[in-house]
């Protein structure tokens, strides 16, 4: 069984409360240096370190956030983008509640890649798992190689969430992280809600005569 190789950071002090009324796993996944380690930083502890060594293996965090009144509580796990782990990443995906598909507005190849994730998200998660598309370093302008208008249309190509953010700057890093959780809150409610009509709406048994 694969461990996690980091330790827990969890948060739940700030919003006064250790019982969170939802609890989502997400996985964090792109390729090596779209900065997942540092968007993770940057959510958890409002913090950015230049140099942020790659992850190895699986590292994650926990984040409790509020979200329409209730308290979500995220548990982040961060991949390693490296092709020698896809192997390990794939079996965090059965599990998974969401995940972000993450690339480097300034690397062309890290969006490329974006469909091979999005297929090995597919293949293990299922076809439903609430995905968001996330295009990370916007504040490297200048250097820029993917527009934000040919991320939005994969999204919608693939039925989506999409955001554009920055590690660095913290610009769209909680927004996009809201943004999730409450579509994590509807699926799930929407869940709970044929559940409850499967219970009081049993279907009947035929009887022969």
């Known amino acids: 069984r694969v461990q996690p190789v980091g330790k827990e950071t969890s948060l739940n002090e700030e919003n006064g409360s250790t019982d969170p009324d939802r609890l989502f796993k997400i996985i964090l996944v792109g390729n090596s240096s779209v900065g997942k380690t540092s968007l993770l930083q940057r959510f958890c502890d409002d913090r950015f370190h230049h140099g942020t060594s790659a992850t190895v293996g699986i590292d994650y965090s926990v984040k409790t956030i509020t979200v329409d009144n209730s308290q979500v509580a995220l548990q982040l796990w961060d991949t390693a983008g490296q092709e020698r782990y896809r192997s390990i990443t794939k079996q965090f995906f059965r599990k998974a509640d969401g995940v972000v598909v993450i690339y480097d507005v300034t690397a062309q190849d890290s969006f490329t890649a974006v469909r091979l994730w999005l297929t090995s998200v597919k293949e293990s998660a299922g ?8 295009g990370n370093k916007t504040d490297k302008a200048i250097e820029r190689e993917v527009q934000k208008e040919v991320g939005e249309r994969l999204a919608k190509d693939y039925q989506m969430s999409f955001y ?4 660095c700057s913290g610009y769209n890093v909680m927004e996009s992280m809201v943004c999730l959780s409450r579509l994590l809150k509807e699926q799930e409610d929407q869940e709970k809600e044929k559940t409850v009509q499967l219970v009081n709406n049993p279907s009947k048994k035929k009887t022969c005569c």
């Open 127 to 134: 076809e439903d798992i609430p995905i968001m598309l996330l």
């Open 164 to 167: 554009e953010c920055s590690a």
